[in-house]
């Protein structure tokens, strides 16, 4: 059941809890977007190497370009599979940003381009028919730019905004099919996948019980943290089971912006201007709520001050260069309601810098 305004129970954001896609709160909203002929994987970094490896295939790649701010783990993980990579400056929080590829991409290169927050219009200023061009659209899965993308390549961490255990998906735009790289079963990725699915139904458990069960919520804490922890220490592509492609695909048709819409309107709405950050709007909705700081001690202040009453935000990204600032996500999604907003903005709206 929704949090009651003053009483947020078991608190806001974190990791998705099991639900059922076939459940009544997520019934009404049907999903229009199945990108043609698209490839499923355990995650969206999967996604990417698998795209990266069928570029391969064709020609010899000079530069893979990603973007200077972006996911620290899949950056990371990135660079252990690949030693010609490097950055580009972008600007996250505006919209309208080009990226100026004539001014670096040369032949034969591969320029990531993301997403930010579900805002960006992915725009690229280059000419040069041997450049590869993949979109990340992982924090901005259904977007206009997700749904209208004109890259070579598409991917998406689906598990960002969809309540499986694992998901990524890569496609090509025009309906093309990928080709197909033979790849073998993964048993450290079916173990992830039924460790996440396991933290899921605890937390799930978590939620409907009455009181705070300390020892159940350490339970699904330590077996998150440890599914994390394989995944960004395990390197080789898995093949992607087709009971878990028919799971994935049951939640896939689920239009969930349908949700952060009415909660994001609503919610910014009650939110009163601070000079302590700004809010990244758009005429898209987008990922969550999302907040810039320009000051870290601000931000680590202003997140402890949710932490307390049961708010967890995430950063997104740890790890990235200062000058870029901080940018803390809010969650909105379908698990939340009009009144849940109005608690958020309340205590948004009660912080002070001390």
Not at 125 to 134: A, L, R
Not at 135 to 152: R, V
Not at 324 to 351: A, E
Request: hydrophobic share 35%; glycine share 4%; charged share 20%.
């Amino acid at each position: 059941m929704p949090h009651d305004t003053t009483s947020p129970k078991k608190g806001f954001g974190s990791f998705f809890s099991y639900i059922d896609p076939k459940s009544e709160l997520l019934a009404d909203s049907k999903n229009q977007f199945n990108p043609l002929n698209n490839t499923l994987f355990y995650n969206g970094r999967h996604a990417i190497k698998y795209i990266v490896e069928l570029i391969q295939k064709e020609k010899n790649i000079n530069t893979f370009w990603l973007p200077e701010y972006y996911c620290q783990h899949v950056t990371h993980w990135l660079k252990q599979n690949y030693s010609n990579i490097k950055t580009y400056p972008v600007d996250p929080k505006n919209p309208d940003y080009c990226i100026e590829g004539n001014l670096f991409l040369e032949n034969n290169d591969i320029i990531l381009v993301n997403n930010f927050w579900g805002i960006s219009k992915c725009n690229l200023d280059y000419q040069n028919d041997t450049v590869s061009v993949i979109e990340d659209h992982s924090h901005g899965w259904l977007s206009e730019s997700c749904l209208n993308s004109s890259a070579d390549f598409c991917v998406a961490s689906l598990r960002k905004s969809v309540p499986a255990p694992l998901g990524g998906m890569a496609w090509i735009p025009n309906g093309a099919s990928l080709k197909t790289i033979p790849l073998e079963p993964s048993p450290v990725f079916e173990s992830v996948w039924n460790t996440v699915l396991l933290a899921m139904q605890k937390k799930a458990i978590f939620e409907t019980q009455k009181g705070i069960n300390d020892s159940l919520k350490t339970e699904f804490l330590s077996l998150i943290n440890d599914a994390e922890l394989k995944m960004h220490e395990n390197y080789e592509l898995g093949a992607f089971p087709e009971q878990h492609k028919e799971t994935l695909k049951q939640y896939l048709k689920i239009d969930y912006g349908d949700f952060k819409q009415g909660n994001y309107q609503h919610l910014v709405s009650l939110l009163k201007g601070s000079e302590h950050f700004d809010l990244i709007s758009s005429t898209e909705t987008t990922f969550g709520l999302t907040l810039y700081f320009d000051n870290l001690d601000t931000m680590n202040a202003f997140k402890n001050h949710l932490i307390s009453q049961q708010i967890y935000p995430s950063l997104l990204w740890p790890g990235n260069p200062k000058t870029y600032g901080y940018y803390l996500n809010i969650h909105i999604d379908y698990r939340y309601n009009k009144s849940d907003m109005t608690y958020m903005s309340r205590i948004i709206n009660k912080f002070k810098q001390v």
